[in-house]
């Protein structure tokens, strides 16, 4: 027999014979053993990560990062959450431009509204075009 069987067997006993109204209170004792027991488990078998650093770039790498110009950065910096100043420098987190790239797909930089397809034959200058047979 196990050492915690004696204890297990105990625990069994009072399950059966505790009256009615000591019941949840007996649940809730079990459901912390078990919490405490699931979290040894994981711990123990999980190595944990350290964080790591948040870096913060500067506007040159930023804007490689997210495929925009220094300038672009500068004139909107304040439409992107991870920007952070330092005394008079403008900042930006990595951590925060790959949590933007992950849930953005198209940079603000890069979306283009898309012009209609022009026909020969539309107005220019107030005037049809008009088409030439040779």
Do not use: C, K, W
């Given at each position: 027999?196990?050492?915690?069987?004696?204890?297990?067997?105990?625990?069994?006993?009072?399950?059966?014979?505790?009256?009615?109204?000591?019941?949840?209170?007996?649940?809730?004792?079990?459901?912390?053993?078990?919490?405490?027991?699931?979290?040894?488990?994981?711990?123990?078998?999980?190595?944990?990560?350290?964080?790591?650093?948040?870096?913060?770039?500067?506007?040159?790498e930023a804007g490689r990062r997210l495929g925009v110009g220094v300038d672009y950065l500068y004139h909107n910096?304040?439409?992107?959450?991870?920007?952070?100043?330092?005394?008079?420098?403008?900042?930006?987190?990595?951590?925060?431009?790959?949590?933007?790239?992950?849930?953005?797909?198209?940079?603000?930089?890069?979306?283009?509204?898309?012009?209609?397809?022009?026909?020969?034959?539309?107005?220019?200058?107030?005037?049809?075009?008009?088409?030439?047979?040779?």
């Amino acid at each position: 027999m196990e050492p915690h069987s004696n204890d297990l067997q105990a625990l069994l006993t009072r399950a059966r014979e505790l009256p009615v109204d000591g019941l949840p209170r007996l649940l809730g004792d079990l459901r912390e053993v078990e919490a405490i027991a699931m979290a040894r488990l994981l711990t123990a078998t999980a190595p944990v990560a350290a964080p790591q650093a948040d870096q913060l770039l500067d506007a040159a790498e930023a804007g490689r990062r997210l495929g925009v110009g220094v300038d672009y950065l500068y004139h909107n910096h304040g439409r992107y959450p991870f920007t952070r100043r330092v005394g008079r420098r403008l900042l930006f987190s990595a951590e925060g431009i790959a949590s933007y790239i992950r849930g953005t797909t198209i940079p603000p930089s890069r979306r283009r509204r898309i012009s209609p397809v022009r026909n020969p034959a539309t107005r220019r200058n107030g005037q049809h075009e008009q088409t030439q047979s040779q």
